[in-house]
């Protein structure tokens, strides 16, 4: 809530209409109170005397009584008074902005590789999957309105989250992904075809899927490219991500004496069926190597999939002209009272 000054609105006859800015109103209100503080100490002095003496020594030596010295209180309450109705005619208002928010939300399917080879500890100090599942969660955060959902796939592909705009239902399910949830072994056409299968009815003006994987389809009735062609027919756009260091990364594996241990082994990603995917669908593929990069990359497509946003806002007003007008009259009575009670001269 803000507060403002309208101004004094003159409408004559709807013939001649004008505003007199507040600022003027100020200015000439000051000059006002100015010139009659400034009568007021000029006059005072001057002013010729009701009652005549001969000799004014002993009226001198008298002391000032009371009234004498709070009479001031008249002026004051005057000039206080005319501050108010100055204020009054400048129209103070209040006004509360309101914002009716119209957006067109995304409708986003996040495919996410939890076979046993994001287990590789190339993303110092974590691993693959461990990253990824962070970088996720800071994507959703940026995202408006949106419905979002979450596949997860290894041998097989199953919906851990259906499309929803409960960010907060949404992380939680992300918390609970793990190795061990689904049998080994990497099923992207079917994560693409479950992923679509979410997507296929919705009537969002824009779909896409995010898919994540550090391997190459390997399990599932359903090859990659079929199931690219599937979401272009559908006209759903796919971001395709692969993850990992080129060349060997290590993976950990529990040692039944000496504990865990690391072996490196060849990061085989399928970049040629990767990049055809995304190419298919009017997407884009991208090369994660570090956990920077996934974080850019995921910056990348929330720029690219950008939420439309229609705001349209209002101020209401309300007006507070009327409450200093009354307390400048209430200022003026109780002058007028002590004017003729307390602080009555005599003729």
């Not at 004559?12 to 109170?33: C, K, N, Q, Y």
């Not at 100490?41 to 020594?57: F, G, M, P, Q």
């Not at 599937?230 to 039944?256: R, V």
Request: aromatic share 12%; with cysteine.
């Amino acid at each position: 809530m803000n507060i403002e000054f309208a101004g004094l609105s003159i409408n004559m006859l709807d013939f001649f209409e004008t505003t007199i800015p507040a600022i003027i109103i100020f200015i000439v209100g000051a000059l006002v109170i100015a010139a009659m503080l400034y009568y007021h100490l000029k006059h005072r002095r001057v002013k010729s005397a009701t009652i005549k003496y001969s000799d004014i020594r002993i009226v001198k030596r008298a002391a000032r009584t009371n009234r004498q010295k709070l009479r001031f209180i008249l002026l004051f309450f005057r000039l206080m008074a005319i501050a108010l109705f100055i204020v009054a005619f400048a129209r103070p208002r209040s006004g509360t902005e309101y914002q009716e928010v119209k957006s067109e939300g995304i409708d986003i399917m996040l495919a996410l590789d939890v076979s046993s080879s994001m287990q590789a500890e190339d993303f110092k100090p974590y691993n693959r999957l461990y990253v990824a599942k962070e970088e996720i969660k800071k994507f959703i955060g940026k995202r408006i309105n949106d419905r979002i959902g979450l596949v997860v796939f290894a041998r097989y592909s199953f919906t851990q989250c259906p499309l929803t705009t409960d960010y907060g239902v949404l992380l939680n399910f992300i918390d609970q992904v793990d190795f061990g949830l689904v049998d080994d072994g990497t099923a992207i056409g079917m994560a693409l075809a479950n992923s679509v299968n979410r997507l296929r009815e919705s009537e969002s003006k824009s779909k896409i899927i995010v898919l994540l994987t550090d391997g190459d389809n390997n399990a599932g009735e359903i090859d990659p490219i079929t199931a690219a062609n599937l979401a272009k027919a559908f006209d759903i756009k796919i971001y395709t991500i692969g993850a990992g260091i080129s060349g060997n990364a290590m993976y950990p594996y529990q040692d039944p004496i000496f504990g865990k241990r690391y072996v490196y082994q060849p990061t085989k990603i399928d970049e040629a069926s990767l990049t055809e995917i995304a190419k298919r669908t009017g997407g884009k593929y991208f090369r994660a190597r570090s956990g920077v990069e996934l974080e850019e990359i995921y910056d990348i497509i929330d720029g690219l999939e950008k939420t439309e946003i229609e705001v349209a806002a209002h101020i209401q007003y309300v007006e507070l002209f009327h409450y200093f007008a009354y307390g400048g009259l209430l200022l003026l009575l109780m002058e007028m009272i002590l004017a003729h009670t307390y602080f009555r001269k005599l003729p």
